[in-house]
């Protein structure tokens, strides 16, 4: 997640933003169902505070639907495969629509047989996973969900870029509070964080890429322009990142990040791979007890001088935005109005 | 896992080792079954040449089971709980014979329903993960699981140790080789090897842990007196670490790593915690594709320069092993057989 850029901000209400969103969504080439589903997700990340995957993300969108690389009106084809386990063909359009598509299914799954898998593929994920997960902790369910991307990591100890930014991200209910919800990237940095700091003309920490070379570098743009980015906490990330492609491409059936080619597709920005969720129902073993353990472990972890929960600076911002409006860019707002023309 | 300490070095068949050690287990007050399982898992740790797993653990098991602080009798009681669901209470005993006793019924639910989970509690885990996650992956089954221990670990931004050092192991099969297995701490180190570094008067890599005063430190008694491990990858490796905590003991109904007390046992030194395992069927979606796939990716990862995939060191150990015997040190192997006296 990033902080915001700089420029005049203005404050819009979330289901103004939503709607302005899914109208440009239609405009460009999604269906009414889809351009719903897309909208809510990034009207979603922009409120609280995601901005990597907020608004931010709509050019690229648009580029992607433009170009034809993505199907915007694609109609998800969902299989019941066994007791736990679901399959989607999301014929090439967005991952989030045919999550959408199978998520009721998934659900009575999850509590009839105590866990379920949620297989996607032929699937196009552009957007932050946490908005995948965290609805089902707010059902009582526990969710892990895994999404491998495009090529611009290198494995730990090899030479070239292979796996994606591969994120990995986890919702669970906590008694009388919002639920335990992280989402972070296999990689050292999000790829959209490095987008906004080269956009800024920041530099990065150390640690985080390679230029073309392969040699150690602190400039976001010597990463995106032929260099890489490694993956966090050295062979164990990288053995995460691995991971996650063998579960959300291999396991699916969609492609591994190295494999789509959108050469011929200029403007295509959305990864053509797949996605895997799983979701557990804790009262199986528990009964009703698992929320409230849930809470003594963040107030164990209070008591231990965390400052922040994961998850909790987006509650936060959430908070604000429902006060006072989502805050976006007066530059991006104008932005937006235009690709509505 | 560790490089071996110093000193003569000798060779061991297999099967001798695993005598060996079930008759230590036995003299020791472990019944038949759980000394055979936990022989096996131990020697095959040791034959892989983990071994912060192997025989190294031996005295602590035996300390362990002398402070009457675990149950090497137990017999684990396992509950069918729902079509993807098993539960054992594994009786105050080790969870090792517990997944034994339910490792049938898992396959079986993963093979109809597609996934299954294995939520064992009351159970005390002192093993290397990986051996619980490799059989499933040679039985053509994708397998997650992970573990709390005993708090250890500062989470990233707080102040005092929590956290075990909660491992996650995950194992996956791959057409015409061994499959592909991680084991990883979410630690910075697992405990194990920072006993075998102070054992060995070594001092540690930077940003391994803290003294006892909370600063920084490369002196692993400093860590073991008082101090405490760091998670690995900063808050991405904290925000997993808390995950096994919501997964191996909120969701099992096992202890979290802060609960237990063992002060009126000296001698205790097995984590008295809860172990979640996920068992998936690739074949639901992909029929018999996954493998080769998984093989695929290998390949790529070796043509960018990867020298070595997770998990090959113990594969190259294990050939060594069955053509020379598993090496362990003389005066080791002079300790075990004192064990029977």
């Known amino acids: 997640m990033s902080t915001p850029s700089h420029g005049p901000l203005v404050r819009v209400p979330f289901a103004d933003l939503q709607a302005l969103l899914q109208r440009i969504f239609q405009r460009h080439g999604c269906s009414e169902t889809v351009a719903g589903v897309l909208a809510h997700n990034c009207s ?6 995601a901005h990597s995957h907020g608004v931010f993300r709509i050019p690229g ?27 989607v063909d999301a014929a090439g359009g967005f991952a989030q629509p045919a999550l959408a598509a199978a998520r009721q299914l998934l659900i009575e799954k999850a509590r009839k047989a105590g ?50 930014t591969n994120p990995i991200a986890f919702a669970a209910p906590c008694a009388g509070q919002p ?58 990330g990288s053995a995460l ?10 396991l699916t059936g969609g492609h591994f990040s190295w494999e789509f080619d959108w050469s011929g597709h200029p403007g295509a920005k959305t990864p053509w ?16 007890r698992f929320a409230q353990r849930s809470r003594e472990l963040v107030e164990h972890m209070q008591a231990c001088g965390l ?14 935005a429902e006060r006072e409006g989502v805050a976006l860019q007066e530059q991006e707002l104008q932005s937006l109005t235009a690709l509505l023309g």
Not at 44 to 49: H, I, N, V
Not at 307 to 320: D, F, K, L, N, V
Request: charged share 20%; net charge negative; glycine share 10%.
């Open 44 to 49: 979603s990340a922009q409120r609280d505070g």
């Open 179 to 236: 639920p335990i919800v992280f989402d972070m990237a296999t990689s050292a940095m999000a790829h959209g964080d490095v987008q906004i700091a080269a956009r800024a003309g920041e530099q990065l920490a150390e640690g985080m890429g390679v230029d073309a070379q392969g040699q150690p570098t602190t400039d976001p743009r010597a990463i995106l322009e032929g260099g890489a980015l490694l993956p966090f906490g050295g062979h164990k």
């Open 273 to 288: 791979t797949g996605q895997l969720l799983i979701v557990i129902d804790p009262s199986m073993a528990e009964g009703s």
């Open 241 to 250: 990142s691995m991971m996650v492609e063998l579960l959300a491409a291999a």
């Open 115 to 164: 866990i379920a898998v949620l297989a996607i593929h032929n699937s196009h994920h552009f957007a932050a996973l946490w908005p995948d997960v965290e609805p089902f902790a707010d059902q009582g369910l526990v969710a892990l969900s895994v999404v491998n991307s495009m090529t611009c990591v290198v494995p730990h100890g090899a030479r070239k870029p292979l796996f994606g």
């Open 307 to 320: 400052s922040r929960m994961p998850g909790e600076r987006r509650y936060r911002e959430r908070e604000a």
């Open 61 to 87: 969108y648009v580029s992607t639907l433009a170009s034809g690389w993505v199907d915007g009106r694609a109609t998800p084809t969902v299989t019941d495969v066994a007791p736990g386990y679901v399959r």
